[in-house]
């Protein structure tokens, strides 16, 4: 609700319109008495933010739904601080898909303890190799963005805000549990459709962060996909199952 929102961020200027990105000062104004109202942006005339009335429900289904406003409103409006809590669940998530591949391929059911060793060592293999990828995806995307857009990143506090945006874009990957826990014969294509939805919303946290077209977004993400391509092939190479 509107009382909740951190009123020291106002100060700091920190809003920003979710409608046209300008920065704004407010996001709404309190008249006392339990008498508010939203603020209006003053180069849009729209007002500034208007997921401060909305339900987090409503704010999720329209983020799920990759809208460029609640992505701002999230980003840009909250204090959310979850996007290394998030990163390391979405890994052990992915992780332990892998894991569960791997086990599938192995059909070795000795209840010997070195083989339950083995089993967890594959496990936390499988937690580093997913680690190590999306490392070098997210690489990818800054060096790219770094080269074709270098206005755009010219701080750290740039580099930080787009890392933030893309570990809290990953959450798709939480739907790879129920996809495996709901096992189906159109498993394969419910993970590859999980994969693209994940890929769309970091491509809608960078154009959000940054304020960039719908391309330069996909470019970025085409050279991460390459880079982490690269070091799958280096982990097949060595002879480790991924």
């Given amino acids: 609700g509107l009382g909740v929102l951190p009123r020291a961020m106002a100060a700091l200027g920190a809003y920003r319109c979710i409608e046209c ?24 005339q729209k007002p500034v933010d208007k997921y401060i009335e909305y339900d987090p429900v409503i704010i999720l289904i329209n983020a799920v739904l990759c809208k460029a406003q609640a992505y701002r409103h999230i980003l840009f409006n909250t204090k959310i601080n979850i996007h290394g809590k998030l990163c390391v669940f979405c890994l052990l998530c992915e ?103 994940v890929l769309i919303s970091n491509s809608q946290a960078i154009r959000v962060t940054l304020d960039l077209n719908r391309i330069l977004p996909w470019f970025a993400i085409f050279f991460g996909l390459i880079l982490e391509n690269g070091v799958v092939c280096l982990f097949q190479k060595m002879g480790w199952d991924i």
């Fill in 21 to 44: 990105n300008e920065e704004a000062t407010e996001l709404y104004r309190d008249y006392q008495r339990g008498v508010l109202r939203i603020s209006i942006c003053k180069s849009c």
């Fill in 95 to 197: 992780a332990y898909i892998r894991w569960l591949q791997l086990q599938d391929s192995s059909q070795n059911t000795d209840p010997d303890d070195l083989i339950r060793y083995a089993k967890e060592w594959d496990f936390y293999r499988m937690f580093g190799i997913a680690s190590l990828e999306q490392t070098s995806f997210f690489i990818g995307i800054f060096i790219s963005l770094w080269w074709m857009a270098p206005e755009r990143l010219k701080s750290k506090s740039d580099f930080i805000l787009l890392l933030k945006a893309l570990l809290l874009s990953t959450y798709g990957k939480l739907l790879l549990i129920p996809a495996v826990i709901w096992e189906h014969d159109y498993t394969p294509l419910c993970l590859a459709f999980i994969k693209v939805f």
